[in-house]
Every structure is written in structure tokens, then in C-alpha cells.
């Protein structure tokens, strides 16, 4: 497998029909959240699915044939169980004239702890991926929330090597203060970090679409 070989990205429809030995490989051992077995008790619970607003979406990034990257995606209808409140975004992208939702959400449901979430060695192919998503499925923006330092500093280089024509994602940060009780009634303090989209104006270059950098993006009914 070589850095030329074709990357391709697809959605499954559901972390059931994702290989469980692929994607506990990718996510590793440490982090519980992240597990296979965790995502699959919430299909099979009902905790996420269609009639929820959480409609699992996991993310595959595949090279040469081989799965090198994945993303816990879900397609929201709104905005509960993030632990990140963008109710005020939904609100103003509606007064502007579009649809907030449904959006594209990187995360682990109704678990507001900081983990890993672009699963894999090159985080930026995901947030490719993710872009890519967005864009052919009309998607009003994807959101990667409670993300690691780590992963915060591949949006930068993401950003920065968009800015440099190189990877056309699309992704700024937000940081915000989260706040926790220890025992004995002391409190820590610690920084979390969001990916989310910028609302700006555009100049007409910017706006004309290029082609994504990923070969294909597939999905169920041929969307991505």
C-alpha cells in the first residue's frame, strides 16, 4: 500500500455492517466509548437510530484496499445529546435562508467526554472524507465535537494546507471550557475542542466546487 494508491470513502448503514475487527483496530483498546461493541448496544437498544435523530453514518476510508481510517458519524435532525449547545448556528443558517438540518455529526452520543475521533493514521483523509459528504449529499456541515488536542492540530494543517491548494476541507475550530466537580467539592477546568464550520462570505473563486480529493464517495441508494 503506497501514499498514491486511490482513496475512497463510504458510509455504512449501520456499525453492525462494519467489520468488527476493522474498526477495533482502528480505534485500539483504551477508550470504551469508541469500542465496536459500545456503538452496537446503541443500535440495538434504540438508543440512536432514525426515530432518534441519531442515524449512524460510520465513516470508512479506505487505500489500496485496505481500511486506514473511520469516523463514529451520525446523520442529525437536531442538536440534543452533543453536550454542545449550536441551537444560536441552527437559528441564524435559518434566518439566512437554508436548512441546518440534518447536519453531519462526528461524535459519540450522549457522552460528552473528550476521546479520539478521526480513528486512523491520517486524520486529515478523514475530515476529507467528511467534507466529501457534506458536499454530495447537500449537507448544510459536519461537526466533529469533544475531539483530542492531537486531532485539533490535524484541523489546523488541514486548514492550512487548504489554504495552500493542497486539501480542500473546509474546517475551523472553536474552543470552549469545560467544567467538571472532583471529589471533595473541587472543580477542574479543561479545554475541549469543536470542529465546525465557518459561515462566511465567499469570493466566486472560492465558491466554484473543486473536485474533492478523494476518488469516490459511496453510501446506501448511491449517496454518499
Given at each position: 500500500?503506497?501514499?498514491h ?62 481500511t486506514?481510517g473511520a ?11 452533543e453536550?454542545v ?8 443558517w435559518?434566518r ?15 457522552t460528552?467526554?473528550?476521546?479520539r ?6 486524520p ?10 457534506v458536499?454530495?449529499?447537500e ?12 486531532e485539533?492540530?490535524a484541523a ?8 495552500e ?8 475550530l ?17 479545554e ?8 462566511v462570505?465567499q469570493d ?18 448511491g449517496?454518499?
Amino acid at each position: 500500500m503506497a501514499d498514491h494508491d486511490p482513496v475512497e470513502a463510504r458510509i455504512a448503514d449501520s456499525f453492525a455492517a462494519v467489520d468488527v475487527s476493522t474498526w477495533d483496530g482502528l480505534a485500539g483498546s483504551t477508550d470504551p466509548f469508541l469500542s465496536h461493541a459500545f456503538f452496537s448496544a446503541l443500535e440495538d437498544s434504540d438508543s440512536i437510530g432514525s426515530p432518534s435523530g441519531w442515524t449512524s453514518l460510520p465513516l470508512l476510508v479506505n487505500r489500496g484496499g485496505k481500511t486506514v481510517g473511520a469516523a463514529p458519524a451520525f446523520l442529525k435532525s437536531h442538536s440534543q445529546g452533543e453536550y454542545v449547545f449550536d441551537q444560536g448556528w441552527a437559528d441564524a443558517w435559518g434566518r439566512a435562508g437554508g436548512d441546518y438540518y440534518p447536519k453531519l455529526q462526528i461524535a459519540v452520543p450522549f457522552t460528552p467526554v473528550v476521546g479520539r475521533r478521526l480513528l486512523g493514521p491520517e486524520p486529515e483523509l478523514i475530515l476529507a472524507a467528511a467534507e466529501a459528504v457534506v458536499r454530495q449529499n447537500e449537507l448544510s456541515s459536519a461537526h466533529v465535537t469533544f475531539l483530542t488536542a492531537e486531532e485539533a492540530g490535524a484541523a489546523r494543517r488541514a486548514e492550512r494546507r487548504r489554504d495552500e491548494r493542497v486539501l480542500d476541507v473546509r474546517a475551523r475550530l472553536r474552543h470552549a471550557i469545560q467544567v467538571g466537580r472532583l471529589q471533595k467539592g473541587r472543580r477542574a477546568r479543561h479545554e475541549t475542542h469543536e470542529v465546525v464550520p465557518m459561515i462566511v462570505a465567499q469570493d466566486e473563486d472560492d465558491v466554484a466546487r473543486r473536485d474533492p480529493p478523494l476518488s469516490s464517495v459511496e453510501g446506501r441508494d448511491g449517496r454518499a
